[in-house]
């Protein structure tokens, strides 16, 4: 049953099979129903260092699509409009520095300021992106522009005030 299960092609039937040798019929529900519940609720879960390595980091495409993409599935999947975790944008932008894709901070910001539009983490994402890509006194008043905004996923207020005297500093601004 398993094997023909297997061979469906449909993005929305995921199968999993999970032989419990040495289980009892008693023991069976108390290992499987947990189990069930963590396989269906997988698409839910913030991106974990195992989805960072395996399917992100890997990955030739914009690693902010595969967020995207990630956030419609749990919309198609379960009805919810999830917003996008603070865990995720920064294992996003991890990818986008280990990977040298700094192009992919511009989408990144834009999303994150729709996400979080109270929050200095699009004007952050959107500086890396200037600063990265040759434009560094749009980078330095962007940073100047996030003082403004509440504090998010660790990046302070001073942080991007040090950011911006560092370019002011190293450009002569």
Known sequence: MNTAINEIK???LSSNFSDFTGASHYLLPAIAIPQAFENIFNAFRPISVKEYKEKIIPLESSSVDYLVEKYQRIKNLYNIDKPVLINDFKA????IEKKQQ???FEPLAKLATKEYPDTLLGNYYL???YEETGDPKKAMKIYQSAY???EAAGI???HVLELSDKIKADFGY
């Open 92 to 95: 996003v932008a991890a990818a």
């Open 127 to 129: 500086g890396r992106f």
């Open 10 to 12: 449909n993005d929305y």
């Open 156 to 158: 302070t207020k001073n």
């Open 102 to 104: 700094y192009e992919d």
């Open 148 to 150: 403004i905004l509440k």
